[in-house]
């Protein structure tokens, strides 16, 4: 997956991590003058990551991180939904309420680990950032 950031900060040690700024893109392409249904700009996201190659600040780069971002994502949204169609879909002999309840209760605990690894991830910083190329 490539975003295009643009540099922030040197590093401070050679062989150390750039920090770039990466603009958030939403889903309606951000294009408030049409609709006017945004609340407000989404944050920037400040990120640090690998260069082989000399930059300078306010350079624009491409920046790549791996497939395991959108498995993280995947992940995270997917799982509360997965557990609650399971908990609601499984116990077939129960009456209604009790299997909303029970789905309730998987969608909970798939929000509970969805937290868990993320709060994990962002430990380890799994994540990694390689900027690719000079813009």
């Not at 939403?26 to 996201?45: F, I, K, M, N, V």
């Not at 930059?55 to 624009?60: E, F, L, R, S, T």
Request: charged residues 15%.
């Amino acid at each position: 997956m490539t975003q295009t950031a643009t540099v922030t900060a040197l590093p401070t040690t050679p062989g150390g991590l750039v920090e770039l700024t990466v603009v958030r893109q939403t889903a309606c392409g951000h294009s408030c003058d049409g609709c006017g249904r945004c609340a407000g700009r989404t944050p920037d996201l400040v990120i640090r990551a690998a260069c082989g190659f000399p930059v300078q600040i306010g350079d624009k780069v491409e920046v790549f991180s791996g497939n395991n971002v959108l498995g993280l994502a995947a992940l995270v949204y997917g799982l509360p939904v997965v557990l609650f169609l399971l908990g609601y879909l499984l116990p077939g002999g129960l009456l209604e309420p009790w299997r909303y309840a029970c789905g309730g209760a998987g969608f909970l605990l798939g929000l509970c680990a969805a937290i868990a690894v993320d709060r994990r991830m962002m430990r380890k910083a799994a994540v990694s950032y390689r900027i690719v190329r000079k813009l």
